[in-house]
């Protein structure tokens, strides 16, 4: 027993990202928020039957159509929260440049709906909203989500995959992603 005990107790801790619930995901609707200059409203099918509805503050980047039938990334275990009395049930993962250029992550042509994106070496269970909450997961790793020289998302120079390959950015090289 003392020794499963010292050996849990050497095994390192699970890094923040491997709790974050990221997935593909495809914008099915997209309007203007009725109030909320900057806001976007979605529906996205994250693969769980019936679209998520998300806010996103992408207006000043994107237009509509720039946005309908778009594969993307979405963080899938946040707590719902109300933006401009639109309650949003997840967060769609984009890139800023050095320059400030914001980009949204492309998953690749093939990636399936729903499945959940991953980073060789720090993989681990999702948890749940809750949790997410409390321990600011998805605060901590996005300290370590960034875009690499090849136009990747990486976290912490890991490649973000699908079974389709990276997720990439078009031109945000050296970029956050949040």
């Known amino acids: 027993m003392a020794a499963a005990a010292a050996a849990a107790a050497a095994a390192p801790a699970a890094d923040a990202v491997a709790f974050c619930d990221l997935r ?4 099915t609707k ?3 928020h009725p109030t909320a200059e900057r806001l976007f409203c979605e529906e996205i ?5 019936a679209p998520r509805q998300i806010a996103s503050g992408l207006r000043e980047h994107y237009t509509l159509e720039q946005m309908a039938n778009r594969a993307v ?8 929260r109300p933006l401009q009395g639109f309650e949003s049930n997840g967060m769609v993962l984009a890139a800023t440049s050095p320059a400030g250029k914001v980009e949204l992550l492309e998953a690749p042509a093939g990636a ?3 499945e959940r994106v991953s980073f060789a070496g720090f993989e681990g269970e999702a948890c749940t909203p809750a949790v997410m909450g409390k321990k600011k997961y998805f605060d901590t790793a996005a300290e370590g989500l960034k875009v690499d020289d090849a136009l ?7 490649p973000m995959m699908t079974s389709a ?4 950015v078009q031109s945000a090289k050296g970029g956050s992603i949040h």
């Open 24 to 27: 593909v995901g495809r914008i």
């Open 30 to 32: 997209v309007w203007h």
């Open 45 to 49: 099918d994250v693969g769980e039957g």
């Open 73 to 80: 990334v979405v963080v899938c275990n946040l707590k719902p």
């Open 112 to 114: 399936k709906v729903g």
């Open 152 to 158: 990747r998302a990486s976290y912490k120079g890991v």
């Open 165 to 168: 390959g990276a997720v990439v």
